[in-house]
Structures are given as C-alpha cells and as structure tokens.
C-alpha cells in the first residue's frame, strides 16, 4: 500500500481500513481513528501546529527543528507500518490523554475471554 494511499484515507473520511499483514495492524487502527473522527488535511494541519505548539512535546522553536519534526512526524503517521512508540505519539497528535486496550481472545476450545489495560499518556513516556 503506498503512501498516496493512505494520504487519501486521511482526507476521504468513510474509506475502509484494512489491517494488512501484522506490522500495519497499528497504523490501520490509527488511520481509521483519524478516519472516524473526520480528520481531513486541513484537521491533520491543524493538529500538527497543536502538537508543534505544545510544550510538553518538547519541538524547539527553531524553524529547522520545526519542520523537520512537522515533516518526521507526519511521514510516521501515514506509513503503512507503525511501531508501538509511533502509535503512542500519534494519539497525543490527536490529543488523547489515556485509552483502555480491550482484546477479546477466541480459543481453539471456543471460549472467549477478555483482556484489558488502561494507559495514560505523557509525551516524556515516548521515545524520539
């Protein structure tokens, strides 16, 4: 999938997201957030001057530094594949605070059961 492709998810809300093989499972879960919350390219700019703008986040006022964050970080947040730390900032990108993982498991004896993990967010908990 290239990235043109997933670019156009972000503008064109109510595409489908499809999971792909096991290292784009995050990168389509973030990109069909991004999707269901109507996050066009003039949301996705706007969030970007946010997370740019916010302190916490640690980007330099410096213009270089700003740019190239601004253009490090939205390549990230569009590939296809997407690392745990990749995912993570891309919700603080978004402006989540705390998300709870739910994973329901099928076993091969046809029970179900249910896991689940609360996680709060702080940029100093990402890695650059």
Not at 77 to 102: A, D, Q, Y
Request: aromatic content about 6%; hydrophobic content about 35%; charged content about 25%.
């Amino acid at each position: 999938m290239s990235q043109k492709s997933l670019r156009d998810r972000v503008i064109k809300p109510g595409t489908i997201v499809q999971s792909g093989s096991m290292d784009g499972i995050l990168a389509s879960l973030f990109h069909s957030i991004l999707i269901s919350l109507n996050v066009n390219a003039t949301k996705f700019n706007i969030l970007m001057e946010q997370y740019l703008s916010d302190k916490q986040n640690h980007v330099s006022d410096n213009i270089r530094d700003r740019s190239s964050t601004r253009g490090n970080l939205r390549k990230a947040l569009l590939k296809p594949h997407m690392t745990w730390n990749v995912f993570c900032k891309g919700l603080l990108f978004i402006n989540v605070r705390s998300f709870e993982i739910v994973i329901r498991l099928h076993h091969s004896n046809k029970s179900i059961t249910e896991h689940s993990k609360h996680v709060h967010l702080s940029p100093e908990d990402i890695d650059d």
